[in-house]
T-cell receptor, first 113, second 112 residues
Framework: ETGVTQTPRHLVMGMTNKKSLKCEQH?????MYWYKQSAKKPLELMFV???????ENNSVPSRFSPECPNSSHLFLHLHTLQPEDSALYLCASNLGQGGTEAFFGQGTRLTVV | AQSVTQPDIHITVSEGASLELRCNYSYGATPYLFWYVQSPGQGLQLLLK??????LVQGIKGFEAEFKRSQSSFNLRKPSVHWSDAAEYFCAVVGNTGKLIFGQGTTLQVKP
């Protein structure tokens, strides 16, 4: 148990569906991150939020839409995904500037059919 | 730009043998360095970290790592590997923006 909780753990969705991934932390962290982990590829940083403000978007397609309503919650809204978007989506949090370790959730295994 | 290189994509060792996983980083200032482990289908668990001070750091599960500034390395070691150590290992660096940069990962297989 790392203190970062992701739901759901598994998700199967069609290409025309809309779904959301949720991440929650009560560690007092200010920064939250979405990573994508595909088979045989390195971890890809998708989005970074610091104090609820998006500070980084690594050229992620618009079919992925993040939302950070407060420092404890982070969402990833999904719509009209492609099969190649199937991956493990990991959420992480840390204190942001100052360089402390990140704590990761268990991930959501997404399958797009 | 900050970057992390893990030269070995896949390593196989026999149970009971020693292990060293390599990590090289690129960062101008003193880096914050981490090793994470990931079991299949799971998130990443922190093994150990280096911020400053003693360059040999101890972590969980009997792992240690040594920071060598002259070689820009932060190699992970374990004197005697157990079958349960089979997993994927990630080295990471954090710059002063707080963003984690990961290496490509090394998959460890343990032979009985």
């Amino acid at each position: 148990e790392t203190g970062v909780t992701q739901t759901p753990r598994h998700l199967v969705m069609g290409m025309t569906n809309k779904k959301s991934l949720k991440c929650e932390q009560h560690l007092g962290h200010n920064a939250m991150y979405w990573y994508k982990q595909s088979a045989k590829k390195p971890l890809e940083l998708m989005f970074v939020y610091n104090f609820k403000e998006q500070t980084e978007n690594n050229s992620v397609p618009s079919r992925f839409s993040p939302e950070c309503p407060n420092s404890s919650h982070l969402f990833l809204h999904l719509h009209t995904l492609q099969p190649e978007d199937s991956a493990l989506y990991l959420c992480a949090s840390n204190l942001g500037q100052g360089g402390t370790e990140a704590f990761f959730g268990q991930g959501t295994r997404l399958t797009v059919v | 730009a900050q970057s992390v290189t893990q030269p070995d994509i896949h390593i196989t060792v026999s149970e009971g043998a020693s292990l060293e996983l390599r990590c090289n980083y690129s960062y101008g200032a003193t880096p914050y360095l981490f090793w994470y482990v990931q079991s299949p289908g799971q998130g990443l668990q922190l093994l150990l970290k280096y911020f400053s001070g003693d360059t040999l750091v101890q972590g969980i599960k009997g792992f240690e790592a040594e920071f060598k500034r002259s070689q820009s390395s932060f190699n992970l070691r374990k004197p005697s590997v157990h079958w349960s150590d089979a997993a994927e290992y990630f080295c990471a660096v954090v710059g002063n923006t707080g963003k984690l940069i990961f290496g490509q990962g090394t998959t460890l297989q343990v032979k009985p």
